[in-house]
């Protein structure tokens, strides 16, 4: 039991942005489980990654109160702490409103919004234990939208919201802040059967202010800076990571 190393707890860390930041973390020197409820994605990572330190994959669906109790008891048991969790685990249902089902819409509320609670919730004495950092992902469909997302921009502006509850409710020993990416991409980051190389056209990247299209580092990064702990005094904060879209006036 490595109870000298921090230890961080990565939703959907089996793709995406959670899995580049669970190697980011990992070559930092902290232990890192991945809550993952795709068990391909989950055991893949694990086994790509573990050249890179302790990792572990925990199955787990954030929407249940079971799972997530479960996530955090096997956390503690292994490594005697938690430092970090960054709730990552996101899906989406994208279709008119009016073919949007209840089941569906619920569904993507309790994954995206609800999980972020129940892992907060659990996590929290531990978090207060070891003076550590909640980092919730968000997303600029929180403040900006397409058609059809109607579920998916809630959950989010939900995050945003539960962000600045929480850092108030559980400071000063636990910072809590959030992170709202613009189009990341995350293809080369899939589980080996869906992943595929990125392709970009020139408008893609030029169309933002920064010149391209943000990578999975990019979050990890942003990440990175907000649980060390020389930054001890940002909290209930919101960073848009998202090459300058968002400030980008369009017309047509």
Do not use: F, H
């Given at each position: 039991m490595k109870k000298f190393k921090k230890t961080v707890i990565i939703t959907g860390g089996g793709q995406g942005i959670g899995k580049g930041t669970a190697k980011r973390l990992l070559m930092e020197n902290y232990n890192v489980v991945i809550a993952e409820i795709d068990m391909e994605a989950g055991k893949e990572t694990e086994n790509e990654l573990k050249e890179y330190g302790e990792i572990k994959f925990i199955y787990c669906d954030v929407s249940k109160e079971e799972d997530v109790k479960n996530l955090v008891s096997e956390t503690v048991?292994?490594?005697?702490?938690?430092?970090?969790?960054?709730?990552?685990?996101?899906?989406?249902?994208?279709?008119?409103?009016?073919?949007?089902?209840?089941?569906?819409?619920?569904?993507?509320?309790?994954?995206?919004?609800?999980?972020a609670f129940?892992?907060?919730?659990?996590?929290?004495?531990?978090?207060?234990?070891?003076?550590?950092?909640i980092v919730n992902i968000a997303s600029t469909r929180a403040f900006m939208s397409e058609r059809d997302t109607e579920a998916?921009?809630?959950?989010?502006g939900g995050i945003f919201s539960l962000t600045h509850a929480?850092?108030?409710?559980?400071?000063?020993?636990?910072?809590?802040?959030?992170?709202?990416?613009g189009w990341i991409e995350v293809s080369e980051w899939k589980k080996e059967s869906i992943r595929k190389t990125p392709v970009l056209s020139e408008m893609d990247n030029k169309q933002h202010p920064a010149g391209r299209v943000g990578n999975v580092d990019d979050i990890a990064s942003m990440i990175l800076f907000l649980i060390d702990e020389k930054n001890s005094f940002i909290t209930g904060a919101n960073f848009i990571v998202d090459g300058g879209m968002t400030r980008k006036m369009i017309y047509v």
């Open positions: 048991s292994m490594y005697g702490r938690i430092d970090v969790l960054i709730n990552n685990a996101a899906i989406s249902i994208n279709k008119p409103i009016e073919e949007l089902s209840l089941g569906e819409w619920n569904r993507v509320i309790s994954v995206n919004l609800t999980g129940l892992c907060s919730k659990y996590c929290a004495p531990y978090l207060k234990q070891s003076n550590g950092s998916y921009s809630a959950s989010k929480l850092a108030v409710s559980l400071g000063p020993d636990v910072r809590v802040n959030c992170i709202s990416p």
